[in-house]
T-cell receptor
Framework: AQSVTQLGSHVSVSEGALVLLRCNYS??????LFWYVQYPNQGLQLLLK??????LVKGINGFEAEFKKSETSFHLTKPSAHMSDAAEYFC?????????????FGSGTRLLVRP | EAEVAQSPRYKITEKSQAVAFWCDPI?????LYWYRQILGQGPELLVQ????????DSQLPKDRFSAERLKGVDSTLKIQPAELGDSAMYLC????????????????FGPGTRLTVL
C-alpha cells in the first residue's frame, strides 16, 4: 500500500537559510508524488508534483524537490527561506487504481522562519 | 483564477445536532473530493465523486455522514448527529479529469470549513 512519512513535525530556519523538508514514500508501483502548502485557516495549494518526467522538479515560490528512487525519498528544498514561507507543508502520494487514485497525505511539517 | 468555493468557513455546533457543508468546484471539473483534516494531521479522503456518482466512500462513516452531488456540479456533505470527534477541517477539492484517466491530475483545494463540536 502507498504511504508517505514526513520526518519532523516542526522545522525552524532563519530567514535566508536553506529549507529542507523530508518526505519518504512507500509504493508498490512507480509513485506519483506531490507537495502541498497550507497557510493558516486556508486550503492546500500545490507546490509541485513528480510524474516521472524528470527527477528534479521545480515548483512555485522557488521550491524544488528531487525524486530519489534508491532512497525512496522526495525531499523539498528552497535555497533561501523567506518569512512568507512559514506554513505547513504536506507530502502526498497518489494511491493505486483500486483506490481511485486518491491522495494519501503525510502528517505534515510546520515550517517556522526566524527573522 | 477559478477557485473551489466552500461555505461556511467556520461552524460551531453542539453534539447531536446536524450540520451541512457546501462545495462548488471549479467549473468543468468532473471529479470532486471531500477530505477531513484533524488538527495536526494530513487530510484524509472521505468521499470522491465522478460527476454525480460516488467513486470511493470507503472511509466515510455512513452511519452519520452523507454526501451528494445531485447534478454533478456542487456538493453537500452532511453530518447527523455530530459528535465531539468530528471537530476538524473539512476540505473540498476538485480535478478536471476522471480519476482513472489521469493519475497525475492536479487536485485544487477550497479554503475549507472548520467545524467545532461542543
Amino acid at each position: 500500500a502507498q504511504s508517505v512519512t514526513q520526518l519532523g513535525s516542526h522545522v525552524s530556519v532563519s530567514e535566508g537559510a536553506l529549507v529542507l523538508l523530508r518526505c519518504n514514500y512507500s509504493s508498490s508501483v512507480p509513485p506519483y508524488l506531490f507537495w502541498y502548502v497550507q497557510y493558516p485557516n486556508q486550503g492546500l495549494q500545490l507546490l509541485l508534483k513528480y510524474t516521472s518526467a524528470a527527477t528534479l522538479v521545480k515548483g512555485i515560490n522557488g521550491f524544488e524537490a528531487e525524486f530519489k528512487k534508491s532512497e525512496t525519498s522526495f525531499h523539498l528544498t528552497k535555497p533561501s527561506a523567506h518569512m512568507s514561507d512559514a506554513a505547513e507543508y504536506f507530502c502526498a502520494v497518489r494511491g493505486p487504481a483500486d483506490s481511485s487514485y486518491k491522495l494519501i497525505f503525510g502528517s505534515g511539517t510546520r515550517l517556522l522562519v526566524r527573522p | 483564477e477559478a477557485e473551489v468555493a466552500q461555505s461556511p468557513r467556520y461552524k460551531i455546533t453542539e453534539k447531536s445536532q446536524a450540520v451541512a457543508f457546501w462545495c462548488d468546484p471549479i467549473s468543468g471539473h468532473a471529479t470532486l473530493y471531500w477530505y477531513r483534516q484533524i488538527l495536526g494531521q494530513g487530510p484524509e479522503l472521505l468521499v470522491q465523486f465522478q460527476d454525480e456518482s460516488v467513486v470511493d466512500d470507503s472511509q466515510l462513516p455512513k452511519d452519520r455522514f452523507s454526501a451528494e452531488r445531485l447534478k454533478g456540479v456542487d456538493s453537500t456533505l452532511k453530518i447527523q448527529p455530530a459528535e465531539l470527534g468530528d471537530s476538524a477541517m473539512y476540505l473540498c477539492a476538485s480535478s478536471f479529469l476522471y480519476p482513472l484517466a489521469a493519475s497525475t491530475d492536479t487536485q485544487y483545494f477550497g479554503p475549507g470549513t472548520r467545524l467545532t463540536v461542543l
